[in-house]
């Protein structure tokens, strides 16, 4: 594929600290630099605490133990999001109760909540779509107002800031992903944050088959979640990094609204006070029909893309009751475009000909 959808970015310190975890042995999940790249990220995001993870699904697995979410609850969660958003709801025995997404910023309709809130509620989980913040003032007054957690899913939007602060810490707890794909990378890996020590010492507890301070003594059932020392190397060589990318990712959005303001297509607004990290830079077209026939032709032209998020309400293991329009049309006649940092600049205007040539068409 001449553009594929993304690709991560290895800088010469990459390589330097693997080889240096190769040279002294230390590979597992033993070693300076898990220590080194977890205060690094806690520095970057101004937050007071990280543990770092194998996944960002193992993220926010321990987000939802780590609060004591479990059977008989409910959480609080957009139907347009990333299938693992709800399935770490499902791990502890909760129920997801999906809302609808906002018709602008594709994230979860705030105005909608409300009405979902029962006895059960103990969580909402805020999803910031393709780097895009949610309105989280209204979201954190509405938890307080309610007893309500507040669980951030800020995989896709490392670097996205709302009113000047970074996503991640405005909830009770935040999960963050580096697949290989994502705006920084370890290969596999995940970081679970917060303000509340308590939090992220339980984090760090469970992720490690529940160890206490007692060597091999352990007081509850825990899971093996840690992050190998290995891929913190890549994760701190990447932390190093993160301004010149998050600044490469906004000039590619301005690049390709500039190319295709002419287009007859939508792009996701921004949401009011945020500043995206646009991990991926995504359109809408007028119908199902029209965004299959634009994949297949951007397809054959060498440009990858991919298709927004099946709604989770209309997966096979969950069916469930509602109606949510607006996922389901996003669902229907959105696409991502090829949005990794080195694109060049070229490159973007050319990925835009092959769309104004399928329109002209």
Not at 296 to 320: C, D, I, Q, W
Request: glycine content about 8%; aromatic content about 12%.
């Amino acid at each position: 594929m001449k553009y594929p959808i993304y690709k991560p970015i290895i800088f010469p310190n990459t390589k330097k600290y693997v080889i240096d975890c190769l040279d002294t042995t230390w590979i597992s999940s033993k070693g300076s630099y898990i220590e080194k790249f977890e205060s690094g990220f806690a520095d970057y995001l101004n937050i007071n605490h990280a543990t770092s993870v194998s996944n960002g699904t193992t993220a926010l697995h321990m987000c939802l133990c780590a609060l004591g979410i479990g059977e008989g609850d409910e959480v609080v969660v957009p139907s347009f999001t990333y299938i693992a958003s709800v399935n770490a709801i499902k791990y502890v025995g909760a129920e997801p109760v999906f809302v609808d997404s906002d018709e602008s910023t594709w994230n979860l309709d705030v105005s909608s909540l409300d009405g979902l809130i029962t006895e059960k509620t103990k969580a909402i989980m805020a999803v910031h779509l393709y780097g895009n913040p949610c309105d989280m003032s209204s979201l954190r007054k509405l938890c307080n107002d309610r007893g309500l957690f507040l669980i951030e899913d800020v995989a896709e939007a490392l670097g996205s800031t709302y009113d000047g602060k970074f996503l991640g810490t405005f909830g009770d707890v935040a999960s963050f992903s580096f697949f290989g794909n994502k705006t920084i990378t370890t290969g596999e890996g995940g970081m679970v944050v917060s303000n509340n020590k308590e939090t992220i010492d339980k984090v760090a507890s469970l992720k490690n088959q529940g160890a206490s301070d007692k060597k091999y003594w352990y007081e509850e059932i825990g899971y093996n979640y840690r992050m190998t020392n290995i891929c913190a190397a890549i994760g701190l060589s990447q932390v190093e990094q993160i301004e010149s990318i998050l600044k490469r990712k906004k000039d590619l959005a301005n690049l390709y609204h500039e190319e295709l303001k002419d287009c007859p297509l939508e792009f996701q607004k921004i949401q009011t006070n945020g500043v995206s990290s646009y991990w991926l830079i995504s359109i809408l077209v007028e119908g199902k029909e029209i965004r299959d026939d634009l994949y297949n032709f951007l397809n054959k032209s060498g440009v990858e893309t991919r298709p927004l998020f099946y709604p989770a309400h209309t997966m096979p293991m969950f069916n469930a009751n509602g109606s949510f329009p607006v996922a389901q049309n996003l669902s229907n006649t959105g696409l991502n475009l090829p949005s990794f940092p080195d694109l060049s600049n070229d490159d973007v205007a050319k990925i835009s000909g092959y769309i104004k040539e399928f329109f002209l068409n």
